[in-house]
C-alpha cells in the first residue's frame, strides 16, 4: 500500500489514525457534492469557518467551482445533453423530499416534491442551503428543470423503499 503514488498524500490528509471511514471526497481531497458552481461561495465559506484549507477527507470544495476532473466532466457532458430532470440520492438521519428553490425551477421542483409526497407521505422540507455547491443546485440553475434531493435514511421500511421508486417514476415522467 505505501508504495501507491497517492499513499502520502492521503496519509496527511488523514494523520495518524489510518482511519478512512469517514472519508468523503476525491483522491486530492476535494468533497464532489460541493464543487459544482451553485452558490459555490458558501461551501468556501464554511470550509474556511471548519478551517480547512486544502484537501481533506471531507469539507474541502476544490480550488475553485468545476476544479475537479469528475465534476468538470459531468457538467461538459450536461451542457452537450441537458437533463429534463435532476434527482439526488442522500445519506441522511431522516427521510426527506428537498426541493431545489432556484429561482429558474422553484416552481417545478415544488411541484414535483408535492406530487412525490402526495404519493410517499414523505414530508417535503425547504432548505436551500443543500444545494450549495451540489449537482442537483447546479443543473436546476443552469437548465430550469426540475430537482429534488431525497435524504434517506438508513434503515427505511420495504413499504417505503416500494412506494419511493413508484413516485421517482412518477417524477420523472412528468
Given at each position: ?21 469517514e ?18 461561495i ?25 476544479s ?88 427505511l421500511?420495504e ?16
Amino acid at each position: 500500500m505505501q508504495d501507491n503514488p497517492f499513499y502520502g498524500r492521503v496519509q496527511k490528509m488523514i494523520g495518524s489514525s489510518g482511519d478512512l471511514s469517514e472519508w468523503n471526497a476525491n483522491i486530492r481531497g476535494t468533497q464532489l457534492d460541493g464543487n459544482f458552481n451553485y452558490k459555490w461561495i458558501d461551501c468556501k465559506l464554511r470550509e474556511r469557518n471548519m478551517r480547512i484549507f486544502s484537501g481533506s477527507p471531507s469539507g474541502y470544495f476544490g480550488e475553485y467551482p468545476e476544479s475537479e476532473l469528475e465534476t468538470s466532466s459531468v457538467c461538459s457532458y450536461c451542457r452537450k445533453s441537458p437533463p429534463d430532470t435532476v434527482i439526488e440520492f442522500r445519506n441522511g438521519n431522516k427521510t426527506e423530499i428537498i426541493p431545489c428553490v432556484s429561482e429558474k425551477s422553484a416552481e417545478k421542483s415544488m411541484r414535483a416534491s408535492k406530487l412525490i409526497y402526495g404519493y410517499t407521505g414523505i414530508n417535503v422540507v425547504e432548505n436551500e442551503s443543500v444545494f450549495s455547491g451540489s449537482f442537483s443546485g447546479w443543473a436546476a440553475s443552469e437548465f430550469s428543470c426540475p430537482s429534488v434531493i431525497f435524504n434517506i435514511e438508513k434503515n427505511l421500511s420495504e413499504q417505503l423503499k416500494k412506494s419511493l421508486k413508484s413516485a421517482v417514476l412518477l417524477f420523472c415522467a412528468q
